[in-house]
């Protein structure tokens, strides 16, 4: 069983198979244990819950409360939900909260995002490790009276909130396709959009935690494909790809080509900047170089993040950054209680389009300036030993430098690449850029021969 529960937590959230290692049970006992571990930090008595659309979700947030309504805690239902509208009613409400998804995963799956009040993130190093040894251990149950739970409709509280962020109200008439993969995009775009001066063309917005036309993980080029093609079925002038928990969003132009979500991060801080001069914006270590050319060509302070949106979360806290991205397709905004938004990321994405007279590409094509190679995942047996290769064999290297913020990065003059160990698996993870693409594709092909041997 210690085993099982270790495979469960992960570095930052909940997740596992349903009914072998997502059980009632199971989430009755991380119900407890939250509970537990919200009284050891003083946190509100009360967490906010919410669900996706798979069908184990509402039986094991049920468990759930029923956990921490055992402690004396009440709970706040709200019910179908994003994982950013979670997000909102922590920081709205001020209170801790959990939400039941497992993302972009298959159906199989399930898991629990779990935060602290203001939405403050909760990962193995903030928590999740206490958690998890209160699961395996068990936590104590005094004599008290049960906590109360209740339901709560917050919907058009969040699309309050997220038009308060973003200035639409004098944008041009727009063609807009969304592609929900059948999630929460689906429950939460229709509010959305019902507010813009825009066509909405729904994809897949039944919800269906089943995901019978693809899978919710726009960052597989594969599950891009239906929208590639209605955007230009329909002459669109954008689409709009959601994962399972609406937390992420990818963008595809009016040409269909799907957009690197560095240039969406560059969009959003050059727009952010002009509000807020001289402000700090993070961008994980694996964004595009452009990014930081960007913030800084924008008066900004550029501050490079390890991977994983609790050390971005936090980071953002101790600066006072504005915004934060991800190469992932995670945003991050100080005025969203730090908290990463898909949706709050479309609509930036939508008022810098119908602020302009330009099209999509044309608005981005100032920000491609390198060329990627996206993410490469390798099987090697000793990710330790094939990275301590790699990097003997650059870092002699005139010119070159190396870093070890996660994982190890190599800088040349107009290159650089990352490799990464997973946190789970036996995998080294490779990310390269170049200014010219013949480059890229070299590095690209010397790395992997290094480390597969």
Request: aromatic fraction near 8%; charge should be negative; include cysteine.
């Amino acid at each position: 069983m210690s085993q099982e529960i270790a495979n469960i937590f992960k570095a930052y959230d909940i997740r596992g198979l349903v009914d072998e290692e997502i059980t009632p049970d199971f989430t009755f006992a991380t119900g407890v244990a939250f509970a537990h571990f919200l009284q050891q930090q003083r946190e509100p008595g009360t967490v906010v819950i919410g669900e996706d659309m798979r069908p184990s979700s509402i039986p094991i947030a049920d468990a759930f409360s029923a956990g921490v309504t055992s402690l004396g805690m009440d709970v706040i239902r709200i019910g179908l939900a994003s994982t950013d509208m979670l997000y909102f009613a922590s920081g709205k409400l001020g209170l801790p909260g959990a939400m039941f998804t497992a993302s972009h995963n298959p159906a199989e799956y399930n898991g629990i995002k779990l935060c602290l009040s203001q939405a403050r993130p909760i990962g193995k190093e903030s928590g999740l490790l206490t958690i998890e040894n209160f699961v395996r251990k068990g936590s104590p149950l005094e004599l008290r009276s049960v906590g109360v739970e209740t339901q709560r409709n917050m919907l058009e509280e969040y699309v309050d909130h997220l038009l308060s962020l973003v200035d639409l109200s004098n944008i041009r008439p727009l063609k807009i396709v969304v592609d929900a993969g059948n999630g929460m995009a689906g429950h939460t775009a229709p509010a959305i959009f019902a507010r813009l001066n825009c066509e909405l063309i729904p994809m897949y917005f039944e919800l269906d935690g089943t995901f019978p036309n693809h899978e919710a993980n726009p960052i597989d080029e594969k599950n891009l494909r239906d929208l590639q093609k209605a955007v230009l079925e329909n002459g669109a002038d954008l689409g709009l790809a959601f994962d399972g928990d609406a937390d992420r969003c990818f963008l595809v132009d009016e040409k269909a080509n799907a957009v690197n979500p560095s240039d969406l991060t560059s969009l959003i801080a050059q727009r952010e900047l002009k509000k807020n001069p001289g402000a700090k914006i993070i961008y994980n270590l694996i964004s595009s170089r452009a990014v930081l050319e960007v913030i800084e060509e924008n008066g900004g302070v550029g501050l490079r993040s390890r991977v994983g949106h609790s050390y971005i979360k936090k980071m953002m806290a101790e600066s006072k950054a504005i915004f934060g991205g991800e190469h992932s397709g995670h945003f991050y905004f100080d005025d969203f209680w730090r908290a990463d938004s898909g949706a709050l990321a479309a609509l930036h994405a939508i008022a810098a389009l119908g602020e302009s007279d330009k099209s999509m590409s044309q608005i981005l094509k100032p920000y491609q300036r390198y060329c990627l190679s996206g993410e490469i995942n390798s099987k090697v047996a000793d990710t330790a030993a094939a990275t301590a290769l790699v990097e003997a064999t650059f870092s002699s290297m005139p010119g070159v430098t190396t870093d070890h913020l996660d994982g190890l990065t190599v800088n040349g003059d107009t290159w650089w690449f990352n490799l990464r160990p997973s946190n789970t698996e036996p995998l080294l993870r490779l990310n390269v850029e170049a200014k010219e693409p013949e480059r890229m594709n070299a590095l690209r092909d010397e790395v992997l021969a290094l480390i597969r041997g």
